[in-house]
């Protein structure tokens, strides 16, 4: 009786820190080389596991993607009936000078980007983007924005500028592939991940390829970034990839 009782004990306590993922920092997994076996991609593939990262006291942390908080605004809002298809999906939010830019998306059913007021009672559309995520940049404020789907990856950087008293967008750069995640390193060049690649865009809206054809591409669906010391993590199905800016060298984190 008493052993069962341990053993018990033992699997609840094991149960327990498997699920306090969000407590991981990313230096406790275990590095392997790039998988170039199919029949190990295939694997990773079909794998339960959508690891997201994230950065919190300069240190790289990881997470099952269900457990990320959804962003909120700070209020509810009164939405139209006209509007509420586009409030829907995946949202975005970017904290403004006069109140907050709120990006949607919601895959091959479409997207939108919205202004809404510092206190929620006024809003508009400023356009049908599929809005993935902000970034802000010297002042600017940016954001990545395309679909991939059924064969289709598509995209593009657009800034989110404001030349009178509302809001407007214009295109920065067309991207190759759809984008999934982005960062700034420490020159303020953006780094992005695509559905295909890893990109870097100087401020001159150069593209430079840092890896054409990721080990994640059309099946590892990478959904955040973040770079530390030169170190790009994304987080993807399976695991999180690993890459060094200043060597170019790249490895496949896991937690085992």
């Known amino acids: 009786m008493k052993v069962n009782l341990l053993i018990i004990l033992i699997v609840f306590s094991l149960e327990s820190c498997l699920g306090r993922t969000d407590k991981k920092l990313i230096s406790n997994w275990n590095t392997h080389p790039i998988p170039t076996n199919p029949d190990s991609l ?6 339960f596991h959508e690891w997201a990262v994230y950065k919190k006291n300069d240190s790289v942390f990881v997470v099952d993607k269900k457990e990320l908080p959804s962003p909120q605004l700070p209020f509810q809002i009164k939405v139209k009936k006209a509007d509420s298809r586009d409030f829907g999906g995946r949202a975005s939010i970017l904290k403004v000078e006069d109140g907050y830019l709120v990006g949607f998306y919601r895959g091959e059913w479409g997207g939108a980007l919205y202004w809404v007021s510092s206190d929620g009672k006024n809003y508009y559309k400023i356009s049908n983007h599929e809005i993935v995520q902000f970034i802000n940049r010297g002042g600017k404020q940016y954001a990545i924005e395309g679909l991939a789907h059924l064969g289709t990856s598509e995209g593009s950087i657009i800034e989110i500028y404001k030349p009178n008293d509302k809001w407007a967008v214009r295109e920065h750069l067309k991207l190759p592939t759809a984008p999934e995640a982005i960062a700034l390193d420490h020159q303020d060049n953006f780094i992005i991940i695509t559905s295909k690649s890893l990109l870097k865009v100087g401020r001159n809206a150069q593209i430079s390829f840092l890896v054409d054809k990721g080990l994640w591409y059309a099946a590892l669906y990478p959904n955040s970034m973040v770079i530390r010391n030169n170190i790009i993590y994304a987080g993807m199905r399976a695991g ?6 200043g060597t170019g060298k790249d490895s496949w984190l896991l937690p085992y």
């Open 42 to 47: 295939r694997k990773y593939g079909f794998s």
């Open 240 to 245: 999180v990839y690993h890459y060094d800016l």
